[in-house]
C-alpha cells in the first residue's frame, strides 16, 4: 500500500515562498515519477509539475515555470515544491501524486494511482 503525506501548506502573502513536502512509503519510491496537482475551489485538480524517477527531468505547467521548482530525494523517499513568487492565484489544494507504472513521466492525472490526502496553500493578495 503507498502512502503519501504532504506537509508544509499555510497561510502566506503575495510574493511570498512555500516550500511543500511529500513523503512516501511503501514500495520503491526511486522507481516512479511524482507529480504536484493542485485544486482551487469551483475547479478541477490541473497540473503543476512532476519529476521523473531519478531527478534528472522535470517539467511545469505554464502558469507556474519559472516560480515552482520540483525535486526530490530518492534517500528520504520525499518529492518537494518549492514555490516562490506566489500569487493570489495559487490558492489551492496542493496534493502530491506518485506514477501508477514506472516509466510514466506525465501530466495526464489519470497516469498516477496513488495520491496524498493535500495541503492548503493559501496567498493573500
Known amino acids: 500500500q503507498v502512502q503519501l503525506v504532504e506537509s508544509g501548506g499555510g497561510l502566506v502573502q503575495a510574493g511570498d515562498s512555500l516550500r511543500l513536502s511529500c513523503a512516501a512509503s511503501?514500495?520503491?519510491?526511486?522507481?516512479?515519477?511524482m507529480g504536484w496537482f493542485r485544486q482551487a475551489p469551483g475547479k478541477e485538480r490541473e497540473f503543476v509539475a512532476v519529476?521523473?524517477?531519478?531527478?534528472?527531468?522535470?517539467y511545469y505547467a505554464a502558469s507556474v515555470k519559472g516560480r515552482f521548482t520540483i525535486s526530490r530525494d530518492n534517500a528520504k523517499n520525499t518529492v518537494y515544491l518549492q514555490m516562490d513568487s506566489l500569487k493570489h492565484e495559487d490558492t489551492a489544494v496542493y496534493c502530491c501524486a506518485a506514477a501508477s507504472r514506472a516509466g510514466t513521466y506525465s501530466d495526464n492525472r489519470a497516469d498516477y494511482g496513488y495520491w496524498g490526502q493535500g495541503t492548503q496553500v493559501t496567498v493573500s493578495p
Open positions: 519529476i521523473n524517477w531519478s531527478g534528472r527531468s522535470a
Open positions: 511503501g514500495r520503491t519510491f526511486s522507481s516512479y515519477a
